[in-house]
């Protein structure tokens, strides 16, 4: 079955680390979407693409990039780690087909503790 | 840029009784609204959702209603169980987004058997 992968499932760090974690779909979508979850502030965006070397800002891309080299990766870099970017983070895209959608559907998410 | 804020914070029913979270929508161009449910350690999974040419939308024991005028779309569990304990999520996607959804901070239900 087609679906959405995220790796690791945890990761601890240090600060001023670079960190990358992994997204992968097999649902072939060309949207791909990275949020951060913590508690008070729901689902933020961080980054999204919407295609091979197509990369877009969120609300909260400060300390994040993303680079898009095929359809099936968006791996999401942090690029010095701080302790404000411990979290829990999420890929997501809409399933791809016949009938497309717009609801998204989320990897199981990487919690990052960053010390 | 849309914003969705989401009411209550924390919800608290007894079991069998119904629940209702509400949220308002800035950006009157939105056009597509989700619902997800996210249990503990788990990833958020869609339960419901509307567009914005329908009023209502039911599926069992949940149901969502849309009110373009006022901007506001509202989820509505009926009868629930301690199975519906869980962090709720709206959120909406506004025309010329790309999918992009903007999410309410979220409302956490207990229900109390």
């Known amino acids: 079955d087609a679906e959405i992968t995220q790796s ?3 990761k601890i760090t240090e600060t001023g680390r670079q960190v990358t974690l992994a997204c992968h779909q097999t649902w072939n979508h060309n949207n791909m979407f990275w949020y951060r979850q913590d508690l008070g502030h729901g689902l933020r965006l961080i980054h999204y693409s919407y295609g091979v070397q197509d990369t877009n800002k969120g609300e909260v891309s400060d300390g994040y990039s993303v680079s898009r080299s095929n359809t099936e990766d968006l791996p999401l870099t942090l690029e010095s780690a701080a302790s404000s970017q411990t979290s829990v983070y999420f890929c997501a895209n809409p399933l791809a087909g016949p009938s497309p959608t717009d609801t998204q559907y989320f990897g199981p998410g990487t919690r990052l503790t960053v010390l | 840029g849309e914003n969705v804020e989401q009411h209550p914070s924390t919800l608290s029913v007894q079991e069998g009784d119904s629940a209702v979270i509400k949220c308002t929508y800035s950006d009157s161009a939105s056009n597509y609204f989700p619902w997800y449910k996210q249990e503990l350690g788990k990833r958020p999974q ?18 969502v209603t849309l009110n373009k005028t006022a901007k506001h779309f509202s989820l509505h569990i009926t009868e629930t169980q301690p199975e519906d304990s869980a962090v709720y999520f709206c959120a909406a996607i506004p025309v010329g987004y790309g999918n992009k959804l903007v999410f309410g901070a979220g409302t956490i239900l207990r229900v109390k058997s």
């Open chain 2, 46 to 63: 869609l339960i419901i959702d509307i567009r914005s040419n329908v009023g209502e939308k039911k599926d069992q024991r949940i149901a």
């Open chain 1, 8 to 10: 690791p499932r945890h």
